[in-house]
C-alpha cells in the first residue's frame, strides 16, 4: 500500500513499517540497556551467577535493595532473554552461558561492562553536540570517568584471550625474544591492562606503558602494584615524546586510529626500535569501504568512533582523523609513509585486525 505524504512524495506504507519494526527493536535495547548498566553497578547479575532460581524477594535480600523494583528489572531482564523465567514458581535464573558475556570479568565473552562506555557518550552528548556544529574536539580525557573502567574491563578480556597466547606468537621470532628478555612500548596504554599482563607472561622482559593521561597513568600504576610486578613502569607521555631508550616491540593497542597524527607518532616509533624490532597495531576489525562494515559491528564502532575517535584527533589538531574502521589500506599507507617496508595482517577475529610491521 502507498499514501502521498503532505510533502506530496509517495511513501511505501509496507517499508515504512518494516522500517519501524527495526527501530523499536533498537529502541527496545537502548531503554534496556540502562537496567544492564543497573545490573553491573548493584552485583544483580553477580548475585544471580550460580544461585539457581531466585524470586524477586531472594534476590533483593541478597543485594540489599528493593522488591519492587528487583521485580520490574528481571522482569525487563527476561524479557530481553537475559534471565531465564518459570512462571509457575515466579522464578528467575541467570544462565551460565549469559554470566559470562555479562559478569565474568576473565571471560573472553565479557561485553557487559561496555554498557559504561555507552552510559559516558550520554553524558558527554553535549559536548559532542557541541562538537559537531564548531568541528573542535573532544580529548580523551575530557570524557566521563564511565568511559575509562568501561574500556579497561571489556578490552582487558579480549586481550587476556588472544595477545600473549595468539598475537604475540604470530609475530616473527617475538615470543622468543621476550621470554629470553626484551624491552616493550605499550603506547596509549590507559589503564595498562594490556602492558600487565604481557609483563605477567613474560616475566624477564621489561614493559613500558605510556600515556598522555595521567589519571589514567595513576590507575594503571596502582594496578602494577597490586600484582606486586617489578619488570613494568608506567609513564605519563605522548605518542611522540617517550624517552627511554629502544624497543623490540612497540604496541598500539587500539589506539593508532585516535592519534591526530599518527604519521608523526609512526615515524617517532622508527627512531625508538630496534633494528631487528617490530611494531603491533590492534585496531578494529574493518573493511577498506564503508559498505564492507555496514553490519552490526561496523555500526557499534562508527557510533564510538563519532563520539570518541574523530573527536580525540580532531583535538590533537593533526592532519589525519583515521576513525575506528579505517580498514587495512588505509592503515599501511600511514605506515609505509612513516618509512616502514614491511607490513602484514598477522592474526584476526571479528573484532580486530592484529598488523605487524617492521623497518
Not at 520490574?72 to 554470566?99: C, F, I, K, S
Not at 568501561?150 to 621470554?179: F, Q
Not at 619488570?231 to 624497543?247: C, H, M, P, R, S
Not at 583535538?315 to 612513516?338: F, H, N, R, T, W
Request: a negative charge.
Amino acid at each position: 500500500m502507498q499514501v502521498l505524504t503532505e510533502e506530496k512524495k509517495v511513501v511505501d506504507l509496507k517499508k515504512a513499517e518494516q522500517f519501524l519494526g527495526q527501530f523499536i527493536l533498537d529502541l527496545s535495547a537502548n531503554y534496556s540497556g540502562v537496567m544492564t548498566l543497573l545490573g553491573q553497578e548493584l552485583g544483580l547479575y553477580q548475585a544471580m551467577r550460580g544461585a539457581g532460581a531466585l524470586t524477586a524477594t531472594q534476590l533483593a535480600s541478597k543485594t540489599n535493595t528493593f522488591e519492587r523494583y528487583i521485580r520490574e528489572w528481571l522482569n525487563n531482564q527476561a524479557a530481553g532473554g537475559y534471565v531465564m523465567y518459570d512462571a509457575d514458581n515466579r522464578t528467575y535464573e541467570l544462565p551460565e552461558e549469559h554470566a559470562l558475556v555479562l559478569t565474568e570479568k576473565d571471560s573472553p565473552f565479557l561485553l557487559g561492562p561496555a554498557y559504561y562506555v555507552v552510559n559516558s557518550l550520554w553524558k558527554d552528548k553535549e559536548k559532542l553536540s557541541k562538537a559537531f556544529t564548531s568541528g573542535s574536539g573532544i580529548g580523551w580525557h575530557e570524557h566521563h570517568h564511565d568511559l575509562f573502567h568501561g574500556v579497561e574491563s571489556v578490552y582487558r578480556t579480549g586481550y587476556l584471550a588472544n595477545l600473549n597466547n595468539v598475537w604475540i606468537p604470530s609475530l616473527n621470532g617475538m615470543e622468543e625474544k621476550l621470554l629470553n628478555g626484551g624491552r616493550v612500548a605499550d603506547i596509549g596504554c590507559g589503564h595498562g591492562a594490556s602492558t600487565i599482563l604481557m609483563a605477567e607472561a613474560f616475566p624477564n622482559s621489561e614493559f613500558y606503558g605510556f600515556d598522555y593521561h595521567r589519571e589514567s597513568i595513576d590507575v594503571a600504576k596502582l594496578r602494577a602494584e597490586e600484582k606486586g610486578l617489578t619488570n613494568i613502569f608506567f609513564i605519563e607521555a605522548g605518542a611522540d615524546e617517550y624517552k627511554t631508550g629502544n624497543f623490540d616491540l612497540i604496541c598500539f593497542f587500539d589506539c593508532l586510529h585516535d592519534l591526530g597524527n599518527p604519521l608523526k607518532a609512526l615515524r617517532y616509533a622508527r627512531t625508538k626500535l630496534a633494528p631487528k624490532g617490530s611494531l603491533l597495531f590492534v585496531e578494529p576489525n574493518a573493511g577498506d569501504n564503508p559498505e564492507d562494515n555496514f553490519n552490526p559491528i561496523g555500526r557499534m564502532f562508527y557510533a564510538a568512533s563519532t563520539a570518541l575517535c574523530v573527536p580525540h584527533a580532531h583535538s590533537e589538531e593533526g592532519d589525519y582523523c583515521l576513525g575506528a574502521q579505517a580498514g587495512p589500506a588505509a592503515v599501511e599507507k600511514i605506515a609505509k609513509e612513516a618509512g616502514y617496508t614491511r607490513f602484514r595482517i598477522a592474526q584476526q577475529n571479528p573484532i580486530n585486525l592484529i598488523f605487524e610491521v617492521k623497518h
